[in-house]
Each structure stands twice: as C-alpha cells, then as structure tokens.
C-alpha cells in the first residue's frame, strides 16, 4: 500500500514537473510549435474583415509569420523528432529542406529524393568535395565552367550586389519544404523539358495550398541573406553558420563565417492563393545600438548595411556595375565610385575607397508590426535567446483571393487598382520590400509603369513605389514554348508560374535530352 502511495506522489511530482515545462513552452507571446501553421485561422478572418478590423487582421498574420519562423527554425535531434522546447539545442527543422541547386539542378538532372544527403551531381563543379559536408551553407555564386551563373546567390534577384559596410557582399540561398519539393518532382518541374510537356496542353503551376481541418501544410519557400561576419562583428548577437563562398578573384571556394541578416517565408495557404509573404531582418541592419558590455563600457553599434556619419551618400544604388565595371577615385570634387555599365558612366558620392552600399528603408515599420515585435524580443531577451536580434517588417496577404488582378494594358491600366491589386487577392498592403534583399528596388517616387505588370509603356501618374513580394512574384511564368530558330524559351503570362520565380529562373535543359526542334 505505501508502495503504491508512493508510486502516486511520484506520479503527481512528474506530472506537475510536466505541467510546467509545458506552461512554461505555453507562456509565450503566441503559440510556439515545431509545426508549421496551415494558415490564419478562416473564421477569426471572416470575423474581423466583416468588422472592418484589418488592423488586428494584419497582426494575426504577423503572429503567423512569427508562428512559422519558429517552426522553421525548431531544434530536432539526430532522428529529426523535434525536441520539448523551442530554446533546446538540435538541428533546425530547414536544414533538413531542400536547396534550390539540389531541385533545380545546372545540367537539368532530377533531384535525389527527400532527406537524401547533399551531393555536387549536376553542378557544373570538378570538386565538389566541399558540397557534402553536412549543414554547411553553399553558395554556387560565380560562373561554372559552362558559363552558366547556376544560383545567382551572390546578388540580389533582378538587380545587383549589396555590399555591408565591411566591404563584403551579402549571400543569398533559397530553400523548399516537401510539399513543394513532391509538386515539382512528380510533376517534373525541376527542368525546362519537363515544364514543356506540363504546359502544352494549358496547365498552369499550382502548388498545394494546405489544408486547414486536417491540419496540413502546403508550398513552403525560404530565402536567407547572410553577411560574411568579421572581427569587428559581435557574433552572438547572429544566428550564425559557416558558408562556402567563392573568392572572385581566384574562383576557389573559401569557407567563411556568416550571420543571417534577412529572411522571407512564403507560403501557399487554404486562404491565400496569392500566398502569405512575411520578411524578418536583423535589428542592426539600419539602426545604431549602444550596448553595455561586461566591463560596464558603452559601444555605439555601427550598423551593417548603412553609415549613419555619410549624410550625403546616395541610397540604395548598385554600385557593382552590374558586373561590369566600378571605380574609385578621388577628384577635385571629393570621393566618387565611377560605376560603368552598358557604355555609360555615372559618379556616386563615397565616404571612402571601400565598395559598400548605403541603404534605406523607404516604407516605415507601422506601429501595429512594431507591437508584435516589442513582444516577441522582450520573450526572446528573457531567455537569452539570439531572437532577441530580430524583428518581422511585415505580411502581406491577400484580402480576398478570388479576385483577378487589376488591369494593366496602356489603354485601360488604372492606378492605384493597377499597383495596389497587380496580384490579385486584394493584397493588404501594396509594397513590402527586406532592405537585405530588395534594396535597389526601394527608389521612391517613380512613375506608375514601373510598378504596373508587364508595362511597357511609360505612365504620366507619378506615385511613390518600391515593390512588393506578391506583385513581384505574380510575375513568374512557366516555360510553354521553345524556338528552335531563335533558341529562346517562352514563358507563361502571369501567374502562371504561382508566385514561385524558381520555375522560370532556375530550370535548366535536360543535358541528357536534344532540344525541341534540334537534329
């Protein structure tokens, strides 16, 4: 009998110890879980769109992007459970995701399968020794023996290098989670002969949305920003890897600390046809810091991607030369970089020989993000967690998904419909733009053509405009037609490609197959 007494008082120490553990995973600012959320609760949706209460609508979504940062980023052991709690060490939940070089492969080969190891085939590399080592970054960046620039991972997508303010340009990779890995492999997506035989007959790319009542999540896409973290870089305020990169002066791969300093999630839900997009950067990307240290001192942080002392610098120019050509010099005028591309020179103003951008956020973080964040840093703070560092910029999400994007012909665009629902969905916000990753788009006043899908005409209507992720991406296409007299592929009018730009930009011909047309 007190044997069993026993056994009942330990019964109930356990399961209050229990209890607490899961108070304690419970007591944060929104549910933490290892599992992806399928989307933003549809009746809470229809409840506060039918009030008018988009204010808390867009807080919900952000609560989700957090929600599915956190998932993303959960420990899991060496079987790939996920561990008790989100503070607890083990692998990240999206290093056990696809890469984009291992789906859509340079000479057009079919992926391995899921949960495969990594492996160089199809890269275009001799070596690809360095490729195998387990949850080591890879950035295929630089040419390819072939010529082919395979990842495009060492610039910024349709637009140049972002170099911080150490000089060093910022890496960039883009992951899968199955469900969209499975859409593209049984559809044979992954290269342009396989997109060929899919379209011939109409069909357009629809990866799977998810599925609220049981619980399963659909198309999931990542995208990293990494800085090369230095001596001067106080590393335990990053999450942080190792990466290999490729010098470009000697094309040899180097292996380099990194430091995330952006990140997107895009993501297919039962709600969002157009997807849910939500961006996150880290804290020191454009704000200074002052830090107390262990010895009591005071450091003003200096920020990553931005010189708070250059007033003058001009903002968020490509001064690469787009591959071409960029020069520093000094004139009777002061520091210029003379940036040459395409036969034309233009001078920038520079605060010093060091190639690095001056970047500038354009559209403020609204107070409704803002509120969100406060709450999540002050948790991650609390538990002495590297979170504290980061923040959301905001989601955007589509109001409505059945509606048709807004017309954009010379003779019957209208703005704003034509810039704020280029998507479709009735997005509910019109730009969203990462200062890490879409910094050349962030111009400003411009005119209304620049922002308007497929324009090719020039609008009179001046408005203020960067971009936005459902806009940009409502843009991709699909391959349905090959010239074999002009070599040129065709791609699908909008949407057809469902928002991913992998399809159109990453696909490559089957090396094994002739093309369409060839002898």
């Known amino acids: ?63 989700f992007g957090w929600q599915a940062f956190v998932a993303i980023f959960w420990p899991r052991d060496e079987q790939g459970k996920p561990m008790p709690t989100f503070n607890d060490p083990g692998q990240a939940t999206w290093l056990g995701w696809k890469e984009v070089f291992q789906v859509y492969r340079a000479d057009g080969s079919a992926p391995t399968p ?106 999931v896409e990542i995208k990293f920003a990494w800085k090369i973290l230095t001596d001067t870089d106080l590393k335990e305020r990053y999450y942080h890897t190792s990466g290999w990169v490729q010098d470009e002066t000697t094309q040899k791969f180097v292996k380099k600390d990194l430091g995330m300093i952006g990140f997107h999630i895009s993501q297919k839900t039962p709600t969002g046809s157009q997807w849910v997009w939500s961006t996150f950067e880290h804290i020191d990307n454009l704000d200074q810091h002052l830090i107390t240290g262990k010895d009591g001192k005071e450091t003003l942080l200096h920020p990553t991607l931005t010189d708070p002392d250059c007033e003058i610098c001009p903002v968020n120019v490509d001064a690469s030369g787009g591959g071409n050509s960029s020069v520093y010099s000094q004139t009777p005028h ?21 190639l690095k951008t001056q970047a500038k956020r354009m559209v403020d973080i609204p107070l409704r993000v803002r509120q969100v964040n406060e709450r999540m840093q002050a ?11 980061y923040q959301i910029i905001d989601t955007q999400y589509p109001l409505d998904q059945n509606v048709a994007p807004a017309p954009n012909g010379p003779n019957n665009y209208q703005v704003p419909e034509s810039v704020v629902n280029k998507p479709g969905g009735r997005p509910n916000i019109a730009l969203l733009t990462n200062i890490s990753m879409e910094t050349f788009f962030q111009k400003g006043n411009e005119t209304a ?17 960067t971009e936005s ?7 991709a ?7 074999p007299t002009q070599k040129t592929v065709t791609y699908g009018t909008q949407l057809s490609g469902d928002f991913s730009w992998l399809l159109q930009t990453k696909a490559q011909w089957d090396a094994k197959l002739p093309k369409p047309g060839s002898n």
């Not at 948790?379 to 560092?389: G, R």
């Not at 992720?469 to 843009?475: A, D, E, L």
């Not at 296409?477 to 010239?483: K, L, M, N, T």
Request: charged residues 15%.
């Open 469 to 475: 992720c459902m806009g940009c991406h409502s843009s």
């Open 477 to 483: 296409g699909i391959a349905v037609s090959y010239d």
């Open 334 to 354: 002061g520091n210029v970089w003379t940036v040459t591309n395409g036969g034309s020179s233009t001078q920038y103003y520079a605060s010093s020989p060091t």
């Open 1 to 63: 009998m007190r044997y069993l007494l026993l056994l009942g008082i330990l019964g109930l120490v356990m399961f209050a110890c229990n209890q607490a553990a899961t108070t304690s995973e419970v007591n944060t600012p929104i549910q933490f879980s290892p599992n992806i959320p399928v989307d933003v609760d549809p009746a809470l949706q229809q409840k506060l769109k039918a009030s008018g209460d988009i204010y808390h609508l867009n807080q919900a979504f952000n609560e």
């Open 114 to 219: 899921w949960g495969s190891e990594r492996t160089g085939q199809g890269t275009g590399l001799s070596d690809t020794s360095f490729i195998r080592e387990k949850n080591v970054r890879v950035f295929l960046s630089n040419r390819t023996p072939t010529g082919r620039n395979v990842a495009n991972e060492d610039e910024q997508a349709f637009a140049g290098k972002l170099f911080d303010q150490n000089g060093n340009l910022v890496y960039y990779e883009v992951l899968m989670n199955q469900a969209e890995f499975d859409y593209v492999v049984q559809n044979q997506l992954y290269n342009i002969n396989g997109q060929l035989a899919f379209s011939k007959n109409g069909a357009i790319a629809n990866f799977p949305k998810g599925d609220y009542a049981a619980q399963q999540v659909g198309a």
């Open 379 to 389: 948790y991650f703070k609390s538990q002495n967690s590297v979170w504290q560092y």
């Open 449 to 465: 053509d620049n922002l308007i899908e497929n324009a090719n005409y020039t609008s009179p209507i001046n408005i203020f405009g």
